[in-house]
């Protein structure tokens, strides 16, 4: 499935917010034992933005596109400004039988969480830091012509997308100067 891209708009306000959101159960004992579970393997995120200055097309485009997924209804792609690309990225370690890897994103060496949405044009995977051709498959999956020896280091370098839905079913503005306007704050979170 493809998915609609936001509109690329050079005016974004740089107090852009994100938050990493779990669904975790606490329960205490009358002992005071505490017991936990998460029901989600990777987390929710929410991206909260605005944009300063846009012009009667630039606004245009946003409004035509709510419509288009219908407020929260439909995901689409969006290009994070500040948080879009890895570079090298450490994606596995060949065994002389595997072909197929997921791209990830790399949280400073303590955790990882798929990538699935690739930048057309922007990937570049290295087997022991020699590029090596592969085949991009659908959510973020590549496949290698043959598998990689035993021992291989696998990385990547690319640019990606969120997927991502509106969280509300609104967005609002405000026409500050004739012609100008003023994208208030709106959020978008991760689906799968």
């Excluded at 485009?61 to 439909?74: E, P, S």
């Excluded at 990606?160 to 503005?173: G, M, N, P, T």
Aim: hydrophobic fraction near 40%; include cysteine.
């Amino acid at each position: 499935m493809s998915y609609p891209i936001f509109p690329n708009l050079p005016s974004m306000a740089w107090n852009s917010k994100k938050i990493q959101r779990w669904n975790t159960i606490v329960k205490k004992a009358g002992s005071g034992k505490r017991k936990t579970m998460t029901n989600w393997a990777y987390p929710e995120w929410e991206i909260q933005c605005s944009y300063t200055c846009l012009n009667d097309d630039e606004i245009e485009q946003v409004a035509g596109f709510l419509a288009t997924v219908r407020g929260q209804l439909l995901p689409f792609l969006w290009l994070d400004p500040e948080d879009y690309h890895e570079t090298k990225v450490r994606i596995g370690t060949g065994n002389g039988t595997q072909t197929e890897f997921q791209l990830l994103r790399n949280f400073a060496n303590m955790y990882v969480e798929p990538v699935r949405d690739i930048v057309p044009g922007t990937l570049t995977v290295y087997v022991d830091d020699v590029v090596t051709p592969v085949d991009l498959g659908t959510d973020g999956r590549i496949t290698f012509a043959a598998a990689p020896k035993s021992g291989a280091i696998i990385t990547a370098t690319f640019k990606y997308y969120w997927r991502v839905a509106f969280k509300d079913d609104d967005l609002d503005w405000d026409n500050f100067w004739y012609g100008y306007y003023k994208l208030n704050t709106f959020s978008v979170v991760t689906v799968l």
